[in-house]
């Protein structure tokens, strides 16, 4: 059985921002989203480049996927560092990045800042990344409740960007099925609408854009004061 993605994404200034630092990929293969840090131009900035690196392994064929990823991401991060030493206005650029890449019947996934990514299967909702984030310490430490963290004031303060410094991304690998249900999103979604209801959400909707673009929905009328950026994939099998 060969697999692909069935995937889209939508993105969404928000309520209040006047930019969007926002850059996603939806691919048959790949799936990435970077929501930059450090300001306009250089947010933006960041994320484009992060997306362009790794946008470029959708058409190869990959023995090791979680490799090619952490290459990827990389050379991003070379390409980060040397945009901030060439223009003092882009000094501190950096994004996250949350990507999944499909090589046969496995996923790889990267992950680095509070980008989430998630896994639908048989009707329950995994989440696949941890925030690096300073108030998820704190939930580590249980000095706040997960509760608490949802409304901290410093719920989208990182601890790690792609930033052009020493890099750990989170890595791991997964087992795909068809039928499963995958979305990766900027903390704009996953900070206003609660997991409960994005997995209600992904059941509900049958096709990628449509879940998509519900899910922006509902992160704008939560009040959405960040930019909103969902990607939607399902694994299906390329010859049914």
Do not use: F, W
């Not at 854009?209 to 519900?214: F, I, L, T």
Request: proline share 4%; aromatic share 2%; hydrophobic share 45%.
């Amino acid at each position: 059985m060969s697999l692909i993605l069935r995937a889209a994404c939508v993105s969404d200034l928000g309520l209040v921002r006047e930019n969007n630092e926002d850059t996603a990929y939806a691919g048959r293969r790949l799936l990435a989203v970077a929501d930059g840090v450090g300001g306009a131009p250089a947010g933006e900035l960041a994320s484009d480049i992060a997306i362009r690196a790794l946008s470029a392994l959708e058409e190869a064929e990959h023995d090791d996927p979680l490799d090619a990823l952490t290459v990827a991401l990389d050379s991003a991060n070379r390409s980060i560092r040397e945009a901030s030493q060439a223009d003092p206005e882009h000094a501190g650029l950096g994004t996250t990045v949350t990507a999944v890449l499909l090589a046969g019947d496995r996923l790889a996934l990267v992950h680095v800042g509070d980008s989430r990514g998630y896994l639908l299967r048989d009707g329950d909702l995994k989440q696949l990344t941890k925030d690096e984030t300073y108030v998820q310490a704190l939930v580590d430490q249980g000095v706040l409740t997960p509760e608490q963290a949802r409304v901290h004031p410093h719920r989208s303060l990182v601890t790690q960007a792609v930033q052009g410094r020493k890099l750990t991304p989170a890595r791991a690998t997964l087992a795909a099925q068809p039928a499963d249900r995958l979305l990766l999103c900027s903390d704009g979604l996953s900070d206003v609408v609660p997991d409960d209801v994005i997995a209600q959400t992904m059941q509900a909707y049958g096709e990628p854009q449509e879940c998509a673009s519900q899910l922006v929905k509902l992160a704008l009328q939560a009040g959405a004061r960040d930019n909103v950026t969902a990607v939607v994939a399902h694994v299906v099998d390329a010859d049914g």
